[in-house]
Each structure stands twice: as structure tokens, then as C-alpha cells.
């Protein structure tokens, strides 16, 4: 038996999913309070990447304490799209906002093409950088996964507490439902979309400084990030937020499919299945999984705006 | 008045030949400059072995425009190319960025606007494939110093050579090897056990070069009798590779074999180290696994890993001139010559025998030159026997005098990781580990 490689890949599979369910997170919340698609997710995120890559490296800090300077980044990035550029295209046709959101990532990716070129850049130092905890049966958790699911989960709660336990998050949800109801009883919408563009751009940087930490960046990093967030909401529901909680863990485990198909070869014996090459389409059935949802339930398991 | 006239005619003669003179003087002579393009990947994934070629060119340059008296090499005596009045090489370096598009391109632009003579480059086999094409195109030479994918001298190019050995020769290079590991051949080490050492898994980059390799690494395993179970082609520049990791570890390999560009070759040992692999033996097929970068940013956790390689700076100790070469890199670098530096420095001054042999920049007396040049071992700072061209056959414009090593990254009593020769085992420069001591 070859529990070890089934183990190992559920488990990388969970831990990997968590931190994309928080990258998918910020989608889902500017969707559900704007009904406005954001193309330039996935360079907010490699924005978070790059500031925990630089602070780490330039400041000699340990790269996992770099969070709230890219949390902090990601709020003011949020702010600033959204009042000096989304708000004037809410005034134009859908296709507008999302051309307009295209050209935003657009921009971001030459901005960070123009500052750091195209190389890959990563962290090689640090407390949890090369470290694993054994789990027993020869079934590894590199620490520095660990630490960032871990970290992914606690951000998840603070921003689901956040939305269901404050005034501000309960206008906030107001403002997704009916915007026009919020305003008549007074409810600043133009902030809490504001708000949303915020807090959707300070969960995926800080999701994209936990990623560094085991993940390389280039200025072309975001669109695989983008596709699998867009995959995860989808999945999940546009606008749920404990969708892409579950669609993210869903999502992590598609990505684990070759080690269960190894776990599956080494059972059985077949080798003909060891020289199907499943690394290489890794994230095709990713998309698949996409593909078949929209067949299926173009609403998401969880449907839309929960 | 007759005299006059005279004076005339002849002040009229002697201004007709002034001006067809100056109209027509030979190529040669009017030419100061030789510029050859030179393109490498400056950035991107392979931005370290990118600098080390351009590095290892410039150096060669550097030494065929000048005169280095001390250096046993026919181009160090006479400065700039003695059969054109002394005509300087001039490099004109275009960066890639590992993409094949853009670096046919840069050819396009280098022939069509730069005026070069010739092309040197490029490192990715996938690249070097388009520039060749462009280059076979326009009927203009091209020297290729660094790609090792076998197809590249199989396309039946008359304008393109190739002075690196191809990753055929460096394949079969590990499998002997691996043979000879078994047979009790490796300094240091008793022998081992066939079946001690037999399950293999590898994983090379989804390009040219590492599609080839992965093929080739196919082919010699069953040719060798090993068990190959695993053979994972990935992407290129990835990541993440923690998923292939373990499907690679999943089958429990006595050695793994890479292909990989430096990034990905950084990335994988990490994640190994991650996993706290334990296989009894690492190979890399050079590129990544043998760059400075590789080195610098890993540390300690890469001693006991093998690359095939064409250049240690431990054949100093072997061969004088890779000795004094070194030294010279190194004073203007900081860095001892690399496998990548050394094929640089190799391809210019493959280019520069092959000018001062054609005597002219005409692209037909390039091309006689190149396929009748024969540059001696003792020229080079790499081990080869020689350059010299196949001009018939399946392989055209192969250098069938070119031949590789195996390093393996060791501590010196310096606590230096430095690269030392064990293959081939009568070159070897210290004893073998073995095994991998795992992480």
C-alpha cells in the first residue's frame, strides 16, 4: 500500500486550498457587494507577493511577518482603484467595467514588468523556509504550507466575523442585497463599495505574502491566480463567502488528482498509469471541474451573494 | 602647351585611381570592426547562465582584440584578426529572455539592421531553433555555443555549427556512469549492487531542450537496463513544484534525474529539501544545476548532487591554459569560469578561428572556413579533443570532438562548495559520495 502518497497529497491538497480560498476570498466579496468583475485580482496578489518579497529582503525581516505591510498595501491599492478608476466605470455599460478591469491588470502586470523585470524572484531565507513537520508514515507538511493555511484560516474568520459581526460589515452586506435600499436608510454606499474594494485587495496581498513564501513571483504570476480564483467563486457561488472557503479546499484537492492517481497506480500495480503524464494537466482539470459547473449549477454550491 | 595637357591627363589619371580606390577598397581593409550578434537570455528564468555567457564571451573578446603574451592560445598573440589588417571583433549582445519569438526577432533585426556577420547564441535549444531557421533564412552564419538538444544539428542547416557536445553524448555520459558505479570504477566508492541503484525517476522541462533530454534519458535507461518508472515532463519556469516532487518521490527512486533551467532547478531542490527526500543519488543535466545562482542561493543543501557539465575550474589542475582562463574570469568577475562561461568564451573563440581562417566577412568564406576549421585540444579551455564540424551524415555542423564530465558539488577543506570532477573516472578529482546523504 502507498498510504504515504494518498496521505501526503490530501494533505497538500487541504493546505494549498485554504491559501487560494483566501486569494478567491476579495473576489467574491467585490463581486457580492458591486456585481463588478475584477481581471486584475491576480495582479493584486502578485503586488502582495512582490511587498512580502521586498520587505522580507530589504528589511531582513522574517518573511512571514511581512503580512501586515502587505495587508496594508492591498487596502490603500483597493482604495485607490477604486475611487480614482472603478467608480467612474460604474457609470458606463457592464462591458465597460470589465474591459476596465482588464486594462487594470494590464497595467499592474507592465508597472511590475518595468520595476522588476521578467525574472522569477523568491524567498530563500527564513524561519519555516526548508523546514517540515513528519507526520508519520513518510508523510511530509513543508512548514512554511502549514503556516500559511494556518494563517489563511484566521484571516478567513477575522473577515467572516468582520462581515457578520460589525455595523459596518452588516452595512456592508446591506449594500450588497440592495444598494439602493442601503442608501435610502442612509448607509454611505459609495464608501462600502470603497470598503469592499478594500478588504478584497488586503486579503489577496496578504494571501500573496504567504504564498512567496513557497511560491516564486513574476510580473506574470496573477493570471494563474486569477483563472483559479475566478474557478473557486464560480464553484463556490459569486458573492458566498463560506463558498470560497469550501471551494478553495475543493480546488486544492483537484490539484492533488496526480498523487491520488499515483496512490491509485502503486495499489494496483499498474504501471502503464505511472507513464500518464497527470503532473502536466494538473490545472486542465481544474478548469474542467469549471467547465462542468457552469453545465451544472451555474450558481455555485452555494449559490450567489450568501 | 602640350606639356600642359600632359600634366592634365596625368593630375586626371592619377584622381581616377584616387577615386576608384576609395570606391572600391576591399571589405577587409575598410572593416575595423567584425560585429557578430550575440544572443542570450540576459533575463528571465535564465538570467544567470545568460550573464555567465555573455561574461564568457566578452572575455574572449577581450582576448582576441588583444595581445595576452602569457596565454598558450593562437588568438592571445595577435590583436583582432591578423588575416583582416587586424580587424576587431565586435559583439553585439540581444537578450531573449528565453522566448523563442522574440529572440528570431532580434535575428532579424541584428542581419537586417546591425549588419552582422554572423550569430552566436542562444542557450535554449527552443530559441536557438528559431534563430537558426531565420539565420539558414538569410544565408547568414550562426555559431551555436550552448543548446544541447540533438534535433538542433539534425535539421540539415548549412549554415549553422555547433561546438557544444549534444545531450546524447552527456546522457550516455550518465549511464556509463551509473554502469561504472556498479562495477567499482568510482574513486572512493565500493561497488554497487545493480539492483542497489536501478529505479530512476526524472523530470525535465516541457521545451526543446528538456523534451529531448527526457526522450534521451528514455532511450539510454533501457539501452542500460534501468528502470525508469518515473518521467514527468513540467513546466517550464514554474512555481510550484511540490505536486511533481512527490509524484516523483512516490515511486520510491534510488536517483533522480533533472532537466532544468535555474529557477526551476532552485525550486526543485527546495522542494526536495521540503520533503525531505532521501534518494542515493541527484543528477542535473547541467543548465540550472550548474550555474553561480544555483550555488550562491542553495548553499550547503546542494553538496552531494551531480551535473553534467563541460568545464570545472578543478581542470586548472589538469590543463594549463583552463587554469590561466580562469584566473583571468575571475579577476573580472569575481567568479571562477562556469560551464556556461566556459561554452561562451568557447563559441567566440570558435568564431574568431573561423574569421581569421575565412580571411573575409563574405558569408560563403565564413561557411568553407567553418566546415574545414580544426582548432587543436590544446586551444581550449574546455576538455575537448578539438572543434572540428561534421560536414556529412545525419549530423551536420556537429563538433565531433566534444566530450562532457560529471561534477559533484563538494565542501572543500575551505568549507566552500565547489564543483569536483568524477566522471570520467581517470579524471577525477576527488572521491565520489555516494549515497546522497538525503535531506
Known sequence: MALDVLVSSLVAGVLIGTVLALVALGLTIIFGVMDIVNFAHGEFLMVGMYTGLLVAQGVGMEPLLTLPAAGAVGFLLGIVCYFGFVKFLLRGPMLAQLLGTFGLMLFLRNLALVFFGSEDRAIHHGILVGKSLALGMGVMIPATKLAAAILSVLAFICVWLFIHKTKTGKALQATAVNPQGARYVGIPTDKMNGLAWAIGGATVTIAGALLVNFWAVNPYVGLLFTMLAFTIVALGGFGSVPGAFVAGLIVGLITELPGIWDFISITLGWSWMSKVPMTSFKYTWVYLAYFIIMLISPKGLFGWKR | ?439
Open chain 2, 1 to 439: 602647351m602640350k606639356q600642359a595637357r600632359a600634366v592634365l591627363w596625368i593630375c586626371l589619371g592619377v584622381m581616377f585611381l584616387l577615386v576608384t580606390f576609395c570606391l572600391y577598397v576591399p571589405p577587409v581593409l575598410a572593416q575595423q570592426e567584425i560585429a557578430i550578434g550575440v544572443i542570450y537570455p540576459i533575463t528571465g528564468g535564465a538570467a544567470s547562465a545568460g550573464r555567465e555567457l555573455q561574461n564568457g564571451a566578452s572575455l574572449a573578446a577581450e582576448i582576441a582584440n588583444g595581445v595576452f603574451a602569457d596565454l598558450a592560445m593562437d588568438m592571445a598573440k595577435e590583436a583582432g584578426i591578423k588575416s583582416m589588417g587586424g580587424a576587431k571583433i565586435k559583439l553585439i549582445f540581444k537578450d531573449h529572455e528565453g522566448n523563442p519569438t522574440l529572440g528570431a526577432d532580434l535575428a532579424k533585426k541584428l542581419i537586417l539592421d546591425d549588419k552582422v556577420v554572423g550569430i552566436l547564441g542562444c542557450y535554449h535549444s527552443a530559441v536557438t531553433k528559431a534563430v537558426s531557421a531565420v539565420c539558414e533564412q538569410y544565408g547568414i552564419p550562426m555559431i551555436n555555443d550552448s543548446s544541447t538538444s540533438p534535433a538542433l544539428t539534425q535539421q540539415g542547416y548549412k549554415w549553422f555549427w555547433r561546438t557544444t557536445p549534444h545531450d546524447g553524448t552527456f546522457t550516455k555520459d550518465l549511464f556509463e556512469f551509473l554502469k561504472g558505479l556498479s562495477e567499482g570504477k568510482s574513486k572512493g566508492v565500493p561497488p554497487v549492487p545493480k539492483d542497489q541503484l536501478n529505479t530512476l525517476a526524472a523530470a525535465c522541462e516541457k521545451t526543446e531542450w528538456g523534451s529531448a533530454a527526457s526522450a534521451l534519458l528514455e532511450k539510454y535507461a533501457k539501452e542500460y537496463g534501468y528502470d525508469l518508472k518515473k518521467n514527468i515532463l513540467y513546466t517550464a519556469k514554474s512555481a510550484d513544484l511540490s505536486s511533481e516532487v512527490r509524484s516523483l518521490l512516490a515511486v520510491k527512486p534510488d536517483a533522480l534525474l533533472f532537466a532544468s533551467y535555474t529557477s526551476d532547478a532552485i525550486l526543485m531542490v527546495k522542494t526536495l529539501k521540503a520533503e525531505k527526500a532521501k534518494p542515493k543519488l541527484i543528477w542535473g543535466q547541467d543548465a540550472g544545476f550548474e550555474t553561480p545562482e544555483f550555488r550562491t542561493t542553495l548553499g550547503e543543501d546542494i553538496v552531494g548532487i551531480l551535473t553534467r557539465t563541460v568545464f570545472s575550474p578543478k581542470l586548472g589542475q589538469v590543463k594549463k591554459i583552463s587554469g590561466q582562463v580562469n584566473d583571468l574570469y575571475k579577476k573580472k568577475t569575481g567568479y571562477d569560469l562556469s560551464d556556461a562561461s566556459a561554452r561562451g568564451f568557447t563559441g567566440v573563440q570558435t568564431w574568431v578561428a573561423i574569421l581569421e581562417k575565412a580571411g573575409s566577412t563574405r558569408p560563403e568564406a565564413i561557411q568553407a572556413a567553418a566546415n574545414a576549421i580544426n582548432i587543436p585540444g590544446d586551444q581550449l579551455v574546455v576538455p575537448w579533443k578539438g572543434i572540428k564540424f561534421s560536414t556529412s551524415g545525419e549530423e551536420l555542423g556537429q563538433n565531433i570532438m566534444g566530450s562532457g564530465i560529471i561534477g559533484q558539488y563538494q565542501k572543500n577543506q575551505a568549507g566552500e562548495v565547489v564543483l569536483e570532477i568524477v566522471y570520467p573516472f581517470e579524471l577525477a578529482t576527488s572521491k565520489l559520495i555516494y549515497p546522497f546523504k538525503g535531506y
